[in-house]
């Protein structure tokens, strides 16, 4: 008979990626994980693989918790500057209990070029947002909120490094006045 586990997955996977955005990948030794996620080793291998299965998993798992706070930032307003601020202010004043900056941006910037295959899943993450930046743009052609003559995806660019820009502005700012100040001059950029 199997025995089942005495821990919950995702519970133990949310610990190992909160650990991963702290520290970055290198850092993060197999004896952090075990004690960060109250697990032993054999469980950490059988169940997640090693420590670079482990990290793809809860990269998987972190673009699954931005893609829900993004989504809900958007869903949360009604017009594209309400939508824009939200998305931007959930990435600048996320729950305070959460590492700072974006596990996707640190890995972009410690693991991109050297490992090809989270370099890869990155790229995708990045295009993912710069199209969801399209998608509300274009929508905003549609109902006259933005002019025609505006190629969206070159603005969808804009603001999808503006907001990688604010996730990094996130670990080293210490005010949240010039957090604002900077959604409120990429908001000011649309607008004119």
Not at 148 to 173: C, E, H, Q
Request: charged share 20%; hydrophobic share 40%.
């Amino acid at each position: 008979m199997a025995r089942t586990k005495a821990f919950e997955i995702d519970a133990v996977l949310d610990k190992a990626m909160r650990l991963f955005w702290t520290q970055g990948y290198e850092k993060t030794s197999m004896q952090d994980l075990v004690d960060n996620m109250g697990i032993n080793r054999k469980s950490i291998y059988d169940t997640f693989g090693d420590k670079h299965t482990l990290f793809l998993k809860a990269l998987a798992r972190y673009d699954q918790f931005a893609n829900d706070l993004f989504q809900k930032a958007s869903d949360s307003e009604t017009t594209l500057l309400g939508k824009l601020r939200a998305i931007f202010h959930s990435a600048a004043f996320q729950n305070r209990t959460s590492p700072k900056g974006c596990l996707m941006v640190n890995s972009a910037t410690e693991l991109a070029v050297i490992d090809p295959e989270v370099g890869a899943i990155l790229q995708r993450m990045f295009t993912r947002n710069q199209r969801k930046f399209s998608t509300l743009l274009g929508q905003a052609q549609l109902h006259g909120e933005l002019s025609a003559n505006l190629d969206p995806d070159a603005l969808a660019s804009y603001l999808n490094n503006a907001f990688t820009g604010i996730r990094v502005m996130t670990k080293v700012s210490t005010s949240d006045q010039e957090l604002d100040q900077i959604i409120a001059m990429t908001l000011a950029a649309i607008r004119s």
